[in-house]
């Protein structure tokens, strides 16, 4: 199955992981652009997390993402969310 992303007026062929990265680089820039005017990062964060728990469970159910929130705790701790040093 192809998978082609819009980005302004041209199309991108783009793989699963290149979509996710990409995804990923819109949600950080808009993130940047909300910190520069002043919103909390942790209002933010706790936004995102409802937002993007909210289409998952729109998307997949409550169960299956509970069931995926319930290995939450070690994908942390393994670092899988870290982008940067801690700020602490």
């Known amino acids: ?31 940047e652009e909300a910190a520069y005017e002043g919103v909390d990062r942790d209002c933010l964060a706790t936004a995102a997390i409802f937002a993007a728990l909210s289409e998952l469970i729109t998307t997949y159910g409550e169960e299956p993402v509970a069931v995926m929130c319930e290995r939450l705790p070690e994908r942390v701790r393994s670092g899988e969310f870290t982008l940067a040093k801690s700020r602490q």
């Open 1 to 31: 199955m192809d998978r082609m992303l819009k980005i302004s007026d041209r199309k991108l062929d783009a793989s699963p992981a290149e979509e996710k990265q990409l995804a990923l680089r819109y949600l950080l820039d808009a993130w």
